[in-house]
């Protein structure tokens, strides 16, 4: 009997820049997500994260399972920055991860020169 769609998490198994974003999703290594991305050292994952959904610890469980691979870590927060709160500053330092929340544009930009230079870097950015 023939399956009909199969829909799975999203998941790109590598690291790769972002080359655009806007219209509620980004383009990056010849594909497009409809949504927030992780971008992790294991790979760019869809992200169950919108502009109304509180910054907490446990939206970024992942980010901390692989902190450490991870020394910076860029909140593309939506337009406007939106500071992270304290209880997940925390956590992150906790891991030894520096932490720095900006515009969504902004993280973009950021993720792609600190990627280009190798460094460990990773993106937790809100659609916009």
Not at 51 to 73: R, W
Not at 98 to 113: H, L, P, Q
Request: hydrophobic letters at 45%.
């Amino acid at each position: 009997m023939a399956k009909g769609i199969e829909i799975r998490n999203a998941h790109f198994p590598g690291r790769a820049p972002i080359d655009a974003y806007g219209n509620g999703g980004f383009r990056f290594a010849d594909m497009s997500h409809r949504g927030s991305l992780l971008c992790l050292p294991s790979g760019i994952y869809g992200w169950d994260m919108t502009l109304e959904d509180a910054l907490t610890p446990a939206h970024f469980q992942k980010v901390l399972e692989e902190a450490a691979e991870i020394e910076v870590l860029l909140v593309g927060t939506g337009m406007d920055l939106r500071p992270l709160p304290s209880e997940l500053k925390a956590a992150l330092r906790a891991k030894q991860i520096s932490s720095d929340a900006m515009s969504t544009g902004a993280a973009v930009r950021t993720f792609n020169i600190m990627l280009s230079e190798s460094r460990a870097v990773a993106a937790a950015l809100i659609a916009v």
